[in-house]
């Protein structure tokens, strides 16, 4: 098992900043590789970005390219997400989740945390 617990969400203005932070227990943290989705109201879980185990290696939604950021630190195993420039559409529930395989689906995420509320006011 492995606990995700997210923190850092809140209001901010369009083209503000927000960091979101994930902290893991549980199984050894360094074996997972990490995803961010975010799901607003009325629609599906969407996939933000990921992180590779090591932190090498990160992916992203086209259309958060450049103003999303994931790193990780896999001494105090944590995994934070920076949203910079943020839009009125980026309001969402934020998830991050663990997973063996990595990928964009959600379905290959095997364990996720409660979610925290990102609203960006226009």
């Known amino acids: 098992q492995v606990q995700l617990v997210e923190s850092g969400g809140g209001l901010v203005q369009a083209g503000g900043s927000l960091r979101l932070s994930c902290a893991a227990s549980?199984?050894?943290?360094?074996?997972?590789?990490m995803g961010w989705f975010r799901q607003a109201p009325g629609k599906e879980r969407e996939f933000v970005g990921k992180?590779?185990?090591?932190?090498?290696?990160?992916y992203y939604a086209d259309s958060l390219k450049g103003r999303f950021t994931i790193s990780r630190d896999n001494a105090k195993n944590m995994v934070a997400l920076q949203m910079n420039s943020l839009k009125p559409e980026d309001t969402a529930v934020y998830y991050c989740?663990?997973?063996?395989?990595?990928?964009?689906?959600?379905?290959?995420?095997?364990?996720w945390g409660q979610g925290t509320q990102v609203t960006v006011s226009s």
């Open positions: 549980g199984r050894t943290f360094s074996n997972y590789d």
């Open positions: 992180i590779s185990r090591s932190g090498t290696s990160t």
């Open positions: 989740a663990a997973s063996g395989l990595g990928g964009v689906r959600a379905g290959f995420y095997d364990y």
